[in-house]
């Protein structure tokens, strides 16, 4: 059987290097079991490729976490060596990820900072003062 894409259902496995990524296996099982139940229901080796590489699609990770976001452009990655994924659309979703995975980075250094800002106000909080023992209170 000669299929649409670029790799077919059957080695759509675990023994595909891929799955070493828990993002990437799960896509590529949705991918997998979407294109088999559509060619068993009569679909087009196309239209089961189709509705497999929408259902890849609709398997990613969200872009929330830098983590996610390298998950994210792994299945970018892999979704285009299965053709889930075109290149022109690949390219787009590549960007996101890129903008996703700047901002997530960016809010971690201002956590960091905040973090550094917080430490440092307990180093001074906990530090002996100098002057007098009541502040505040005048007679």
């Not at 590549?94 to 903008?99: C, F, I, T």
């Not at 980075?105 to 307990?122: E, I, M, P, Y």
Request: charged share 25%; hydrophobic share 40%; with cysteine.
């Amino acid at each position: 059987m000669d299929f649409p894409t670029s790799v077919t259902a059957d080695a759509v496995d675990k023994t595909n290097p891929s799955f070493s990524n828990p993002a990437v296996a799960h896509c590529s099982k949705a991918w997998k079991k979407t294109f088999r139940a559509a060619v068993s229901a009569g679909k087009s080796e196309l239209g089961a490729a189709i509705k497999a590489g929408e259902a890849y699609r609709a398997a990613m990770p969200a872009l929330s976490t830098r983590d996610s976001c390298r998950d994210f452009i792994a299945c970018v990655a892999h979704g285009i060596l299965l053709d889930a994924i075109s290149e022109k659309d690949g390219g787009k979703l590549l960007y996101a990820a890129q903008v996703a995975l700047a901002a997530a980075n960016s809010d971690q250094k201002s956590a960091d900072a905040l973090a550094s800002r917080t430490d440092a106000s307990d180093l001074a909080d906990s530090a002996p003062r100098r002057g007098r023992a009541s502040v505040g209170k005048r007679r």
